[in-house]
């Protein structure tokens, strides 16, 4: 079945460490992006990336990084710049670019700092 | 940027009722986008209307778009337990010259059997 997996479900990690997230497509969609989602709230666009070794910051890129060197994978750091860091990390994908396609989504990676 | 904004944040209905639940933005759009969200997962896309489209089916889901007033309306008939989720509108934007989705906060559906 095609789709989007992100993994792990969960992670702890101690606060100071960077923290890599796994996000990969097998729909064959250019774009790809990550959110993060805090209780009660909507979604956050972090950094989204329209095709490989190019993408772009959204609206709260600050103590994140990602890469894009595969059209499949979009993996994403939490660095331990980030203040916040605890959330709910969703990763999703469109087929082309920009919000005129929907949007497909992984089942999330809920990241604790301890 | 812009967003769109949920109303009701939280609706309580039994099965068999219908559930309506509304989204305003604040600028002119290309498309707006419904999505569903169940506990601890991710999101399911539901319907995208354009914004030269005024109302969309599928099946028991009825979106409506009125871009004079920039606001949306789904509607779900006949609801099920199973329908219980945060229901998200998602609005285009730009953005470096790119279009992203913007999403509101969503509105939690609870449909008691």
């Known amino acids: 079945d095609g789709g989007i997996t992100q993994s792990p479900k969960y992670l702890f990690r101690k606060e100071g460490q960077n923290v890599t997230l796994s996000c990969e497509q097998n729909?064959?969609?250019?774009?790809m992006y990550w959110y993060r989602q805090d209780p009660g709230q909507g979604l956050r666009l972090i950094y989204y990336?329209?095709?490989?070794?190019?993408?772009q910051k959204g609206d709260i890129a600050e103590g994140y990084s990602v890469s894009r060197e595969k059209n499949e994978s979009f993996p994403h750091t939490v660095t331990s710049a980030q203040k916040n860091p605890t959330a709910f990390y969703l990763c999703?994908?469109?087929?082309?670019?920009?919000?005129?396609?929907?949007?497909?989504f992984g089942d999330g990676t809920r990241l604790s700092i301890l | 940027s812009q967003q769109g904004e949920e109303d009701p944040q939280a609706l309580s209905i039994q099965e068999g009722e219908n559930a309506t639940m509304n989204c305003s933005y604040k600028?002119?759009?290309?498309?707006l986008q419904w999505y569903r969200q169940n506990s601890g997962r991710g999101l399911v896309h539901l319907i995208l209307?354009?914004?030269?489209?005024r109302e969309k089916h599928s099946g028991r889901l009825r979106v409506t778009l009125d871009t004079s007033k920039k606001s949306s309306s789904l509607l779900i008939t006949a609801s099920r337990a199973a329908d219980t989720a945060s229901y998200f509108c998602?609005?285009?934007?730009?953005?470096?010259?790119?279009?992203?989705?913007?999403f509101g906060k969503g509105t939690m559906l609870l449909v008691s059997p």
């Open positions: 600028t002119s759009i290309n498309n």
């Open positions: 729909l064959n969609h250019d774009a």
């Open positions: 209307i354009r914004s030269n489209e």
């Open positions: 999703a994908s469109s087929a082309g670019g920009g919000a005129r396609q929907p949007q497909h």
């Open positions: 998602a609005t285009d934007a730009v953005n470096s010259g790119y279009s992203t989705l913007t």
């Open positions: 990336s329209q095709i490989v070794n190019d993408f």
